[in-house]
């Protein structure tokens, strides 16, 4: 799908406002003299732009309750919000999820978290109750409610020349679908809280609101999502002892796997009634590994249906699950939802937050591989986070507070906006890893890089958690082309200072070193580099290489039968040598290889889910292909472009001659392989 391309400044040489960023003067980086007179510990940080991402599509956040509570403040806090997250000198956000509110019947009081009451956009007749749910009908316009969530449209139509991509998003039907009849889920949990016999009407629901939605503000929404964390036990209603409801305290439905299929199933044609061009969008599961589960789950026909993938990062393992089945599958992957404390109570200034924040986007970024990364929502209620909210010590949710219960009366001055520390370290990202450029492979794992849109330039982020100063390398010698004049300037934030630019540091032997100060973030510009250097890919044609297990410590052998595939001693013998050709020349990490052994020229191929070395006879299909994964450790996976399964050793085994098998991807040890180039 085509992506409009929006024109930021930020955060460059010429572009920082005394207004959000403090010490806007150029800050004199450290002598080499004085570096080493510290004595500091050291690290090199190698960007690699030979393993290279899809274009970036960018930062992203929900409007949800912010946006439902803010949206008919005063013009001049909704203003300097505004400024705080699309501006240029803020957050510089350019994606936005619209969440398509269920709504609680109209005689239900209230009861969820401020701003947690999303309108609904369908219109109840007189004297309806909860008791009343067969009475709406997607085809009658009197069923409908156009001017609702009149709050969270306001944020739409002020933010829509800043977004390049809309996304539309349900955290539960309305109830009248619901089992229980409350949005906030069912009365057990674990139960699918949406009633089966509703599927075609949520459906119609979410096709309808997305479809009025883009007529009324005249965008154009490029996906939806029906779910929102559905496979868990998250969501539930409690009753008081009058009946009436008292939690949960937001909107939730938990939908599993099987009833997922069936809302994908009827949302695809919905969307084609509605006349509205978005893909499907799925399943905004908690972490990787519930999404892994319910997706395998999945018919090829149901992910045939979903265009792009999005799943939250609140539990982290098996990101690289997810990052190696999106390859598989061929589908924009999304990070679409994550947020967080990362602190000991309420604090604008303490650095924990804000380096929990950057450490968490890089790791997303690192693991995940994702075309783009969303916050939950960057404003939080101030009262509820304060000391006394929803902990004793208050929280750090958010990086942006302010009162969701300011009036039409209140001005900046009663109804005052904090930023923390994260607002700052996340806009070390945002303002130098932009829409359209390329994230690359790294290896220091508190580090994230990428290449500019151009191809010209490139920028790296770094996170130093620790409390000591460190010398920061960075090592340039993977780019083809490093300029006589080529540079990296640092831009800190600190507990001193928010995005302070130092002096640029001239290029020397390809490597730049600045000290960076102890629990800081420093994103690195850099200036006159391109190309790829001649050796800096793993995998080159013509070359020969050994595969040798993480888990096991031995190497892909080829069998005395020379079919069947085994793991060996690495002894680099011609069994254990594979040659490699790209299949998909310039593809960037989706990039496809061929593997042939020197044996008898086999391709390593998957039949019946079994690697073997095939004779190279006819046609090449997608089953002797691979796409090969890192996180920048060293250590790869194979993915089968046929199968989607993994290259691993079964049942981990580690003894002499056990056999060479495929499987899902799990992030196994055992489906890491460390390549080695033995070419003579």
């Not at 510089?92 to 019947?105: D, H, P, S």
């Not at 009343?132 to 997607?138: E, K, L, Q, S, V």
């Not at 679908?177 to 089966?196: E, I, W």
């Not at 990202?429 to 010209?456: Q, W, Y």
Request: a negative charge; proline letters at 5%; aromatic letters at 8%.
């Amino acid at each position: 799908m085509a992506r409009r391309t929006r024109n930021r400044r930020l955060l460059t040489a010429a572009g920082l406002t005394a207004a959000l960023a403090t010490g806007a003067a150029l800050i004199p980086g450290p002598t080499s003299a004085a570096a080493r007179a510290a004595d500091l510990p050291s690290v090199t940080v190698r960007p690699d732009p030979s393993y290279q991402q899809e274009e970036f599509e960018g930062w992203g956040t929900s409007l949800v309750w912010f946006a439902n509570a803010t949206g008919d403040y005063p013009p001049r806090i909704r203003e300097k919000l505004a400024q705080l997250l699309f501006g240029d000198d803020g957050l510089a956000l350019n994606i936005a999820r619209y969440n398509v509110g269920g709504g609680n019947a109209p005689d239900v009081k209230d009861y969820l978290r401020a701003g947690g009451a999303v309108e609904g956009w369908w219109k109840a007749p007189a004297g309806t109750t909860r008791e009343d749910t067969d009475w709406w009908d997607a085809e009658d316009p009197a069923d409908w409610n156009d001017d609702a969530d009149a709050t969270q449209r306001w944020w739409v139509d002020r933010i829509k020349k800043d977004i390049t991509h809309w996304e539309t998003f349900s955290n539960s039907p309305p109830w009248f679908m619901t089992v229980s009849g409350y949005v906030s889920g069912g009365f057990d949990a674990t139960a699918d809280q949406l009633k089966t016999e509703s599927v075609d009407d949520f459906a119609a629901y979410l096709a309808g609101a997305t479809k009025r939605l883009e007529k009324a503000h005249g965008i154009k929404v490029d996906t939806v999502d029906p779910f929102n964390e559905p496979n868990t036990n998250y969501w539930s209603t409690r009753l008081g002892a009058d009946g009436e409801p008292v939690g949960g305290r937001q909107e939730g439905a938990h939908i599993g796997p099987e009833l997922q299929e069936k809302v994908l199933h009827a949302l695809a044609p919905a969307l084609k009634k509605a006349k509205t061009r978005a893909e499907i969008s799925a399943m905004d599961e908690t972490n990787p590994s519930v999404f892994a589960q319910n997706w395998n789950t999945y018919s090829p026909e149901t992910r045939d249906l979903v265009g792009q993938m999005n799943v939250h990062t609140y539990g982290t393992g098996q990101r690289t699950t997810v990052r190696d089945i999106a390859k598989a599958e061929d589908k924009r992957l999304w990070m679409s939802e994550v947020e967080g404390d990362w602190g000991d109570g309420q604090s604008f200034t303490d650095m924990r937050p804000g380096l929990g924040l950057a450490q968490r986007i890089v790791d997303d970024l690192r693991e995940l591989e994702p075309r783009a990364w969303v916050f939950w929502q960057p404003v939080e209620d101030y009262d509820n986070m304060k000391p006394g909210g929803e902990s004793a010590k208050g929280g750090n949710w958010g990086e942006i507070q302010l009162p969701f219960g300011c009036t039409a009366e209140d001005t900046l001055e009663t109804c005052p906006i904090y930023t923390n520390t994260k607002f700052d370290t996340a806009r070390n990202f945002t303002h130098f890893i932009k829409p359209g450029d390329r994230l690359i492979k790294v290896d220091d794992t508190s580090s994230a890089a990428a290449v500019t849109r151009n191809g010209k330039g490139a920028s790296l982020v770094h996170v130093n958690s620790t409390t000591e100063a460190r010398n920061v390398t960075v090592d340039l010698s993977k780019f083809r082309h490093v300029s006589r004049n080529a540079t990296v300037t640092p831009v800190v934030t600190s507990a001193d200072g928010k995005l302070e630019r130092h002096r640029a540091v001239k290029v020397t032997d390809r490597a730049a070193t600045f000290a960076v100060p102890a629990q800081s973030v420093t994103s690195f510009e850099v200036k006159g580099v391109s190309g790829v250097a001649e050796d800096a890919p793993l995998l080159r044609k013509g070359h020969t290489y050994t595969l040798t297990g993480v888990q096991s410590g031995k190497a892909v052998t080829v069998a005395d039968d020379g079919t069947n595939l085994v793991i060996g001693t690495g002894d680099d013998s011609v069994s254990q040598q594979w040659r490699v050709s790209a299949v998909r020349p310039d593809d960037g990490v989706r990039e496809r290889y061929e593997f042939t052994s020197p044996v008898n020229g086999g391709r390593l191929t998957v039949r019946d889910d079994v690697p073997v070395a095939e004779p190279a006879t006819g046609k090449r299909d997608p089953a002797a292909e691979w796409i090969v994964s890192t996180t920048g450790d060293g250590t790869w996976t194979l993915v089968n472009a046929a199968t989607g399964r993994l290259l691993e050793v079964g049942g981990q085994a580690t003894h002499e001659g056990a056999a060479v098998t495929t499987w899902q991807p799990n992030s196994g040890s055992n489906q890491r392989w460390t390549v080695t180039d033995v070419t003579d």
